[in-house]
């Protein structure tokens, strides 16, 4: 059993830094989510996991996107079953959409615009999260 915690330890650790290194701000608390979302702009949230479709389709879509010439205000990321309070107050700002992970969701001052929900993202090629992604910011950023 205790192998088996430190094993997913070190996968959480490894998707969190995933993302940290892509450039995207981690939000632990709800406290923290409600700072970040009740901003003016855009703000892409990244809702990782410990999936296999997270970390070989919705992470590497993740850090691509950070490249990418329009570009949100935030990159924000919340970890579902890690970080389970802050996750929930994030998902209160996607209105209409059920709880998915991994998902990304694009917000314009604090309004939810478009979503890229796992059962887009699972199974498909990380280019066609890019895509969806790349039309998204090219209609809500400056």
């Known amino acids: 059993m205790n192998m088996q915690f430190n ?36 703000a892409l ?46 998902r209160e700002f996607f209105t209409g959409y059920p709880p998915s992970s991994p998902s990304f969701a694009l917000l314009k001052d604090g309004e939810i615009k478009m979503m890229v929900e796992r059962h887009e993202i699972e199974g498909h090629e990380p280019i066609e999260v890019v895509q969806k992604l790349e039309a998204a910011f090219d209609q809500y950023c400056d």
């Open 45 to 90: 949230v990244m809702i990782n996991s410990v999936c296999g479709c997270a970390g070989g389709i919705a992470r590497p879509s993740a850090a691509y996107m950070a490249n990418y010439d329009k570009k949100p205000d935030q990159f924000l990321t919340v970890f579902a079953g890690q970080d389970k309070d802050a996750t929930a107050r994030a």
């Open 7 to 42: 094993f997913l330890n070190d996968v959480v650790q490894i998707a969190r830094q995933d993302m940290v290194n892509a450039g995207y701000k981690q939000l632990t608390t709800p406290e923290e989510v409600d700072e970040a979302l009740s901003q003016k702009g855009t």
